[in-house]
């Protein structure tokens, strides 16, 4: 009749809610996706993402700075390249975008990590994520030759002052590629952030606007992986890990809690969670509406993955988030 176990007694003031809360969100969790652009004083808003913007290199450093101050540890950068071509030269050359962006904001703000997205979607010309033989509309991207243009992109990145690479392509054996790969240029310290299990999701469509990174034919199932799967999630992260792999990430992140939270039993590296695009900008558009509170829904959301086991997640409300945070 009168329950004895009464849990309702450690909910009745925001102290004791305080003191027995278990998971506490902090800036120390986030990191910020950024996306360079050539040019001098560009900041172009992204259609589909609000609040999100391409910017020149000069405007990066000017973010980068306000991420900084925000208490935030890491960005993240993602470059659209002038040209983009069969052989992603974008993505390599000593003087590609990311490059330079990463250059200039160590330069200018030392302490902050810059964390480079190791891909080649962005970069060649067809918009797939490696290489594919020449006049193959079929979309089949060829593994291991992938595999040396990778290489390239890390070492060039690596040279250009990036502190952690985190290659994004899903390729098979793109870690152990890419740790050989710096060890051999001498960047034996320099972590590898794999995105280990990425899900052909169709989360990522305002990203492809904000990258100009969409498939011009195709999409990306042979590489990334399929819904449905969570053992092949495991596998995935079992391969990166003997590779070398210093970290993992899920990705996208709302609707793969349960991927997050079976990779965080098997392993004890640092596991990221990506807040993709979609899962950002559906949240935008119905606080434009009115129809949610955005700032609540997004702590909730933020709090849910590191509940589900995220170490860290890459979101583009990570500012927004600190501020909210500095309120509440
Ligand atoms: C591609 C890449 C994607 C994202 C980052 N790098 C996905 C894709 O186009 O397949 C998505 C990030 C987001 O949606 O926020 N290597
Ligand atoms: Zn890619």
């Given amino acids: 009749m009168f329950p004895i ?21 902090t800036a120390n969790d986030l990191i910020y996706p950024l996306f360079a652009v050539p040019g001098q004083s560009v900041a172009q808003e992204v259609k589909s993402m609000p609040g999100v913007y391409q910017l020149s290199v000069d405007k990066i450093v000017d ?6 101050d925000l208490g935030i540890p890491a960005i993240i950068l993602f470059g659209i390249p002038e040209t983009k071509d069969m052989e992603a030269t ?7 975008i990311v490059q330079q962006a990463a250059t200039a904001v160590k330069k200018a703000i030392p302490d902050l990590i810059v964390i480079v997205d190791t891909c080649l979607c962005e970069y060649t010309d067809h918009g797939h994520c490696g290489y594919l033989e020449t006049g193959d509309l079929t979309g089949r991207v060829l593994n291991d030759p992938t595999l ?5 992109t890390a070492v060039s990145q690596a040279k250009a002052g990036a502190d952690i690479i985190a290659p994004s392509g899903m390729m098979d054996g793109f870690v152990q590629a890419i740790r050989e790969g710096l060890d051999e240029a001498g960047f ?19 990203f492809r ?3 100009e990174s969409a498939p011009q034919f195709g999409d990306r199932r042979t ?20 590779e070398g792999a210093d970290m993992l990430m899920v990705k996208p992140a709302l609707s793969y809690m349960d991927v997050i939270w079976r990779i965080k039993e098997i392993t004890d590296l640092p596991v990221a969670a990506y807040n993709v695009s979609g899962e950002y ?12 509170d955005e700032k609540k829904v997004t702590l909730e959301t933020l709090t849910s993955f590191k509940r589900a086991g995220a170490d860290l997640i890459l979101t583009y409300h990570a500012k927004d988030a600190v501020r909210w945070l500095e309120e509440a």
């Fill in 5 to 25: 176990n009464r849990p309702r007694r450690l909910r009745q003031t925001p102290q004791l809610r305080r003191m027995v809360r278990e998971t506490i969100l």
């Fill in 90 to 96: 974008g993505a390599w050359h000593d003087h590609g």
């Fill in 148 to 152: 040396e243009l990778l290489k390239k």
């Fill in 281 to 292: 900008s559906m949240v935008k558009a119905a606080a434009l509406n009115g129809w949610i």
């Fill in 209 to 211: 606007d904000a990258a």
């Fill in 188 to 206: 034996n310290d320099l972590p590898i952030l794999s995105y280990a299990a990425k899900y052909a999701s169709a989360y990522y469509g305002p």
């Fill in 63 to 68: 973010e980068a700075k306000e991420v900084y």
């Fill in 223 to 242: 590489y990334q992986m399929d819904p449905g799967n969570a053992r092949e999630a495991l596998k995935e992260v079992e391969l990166d890990i003997e």
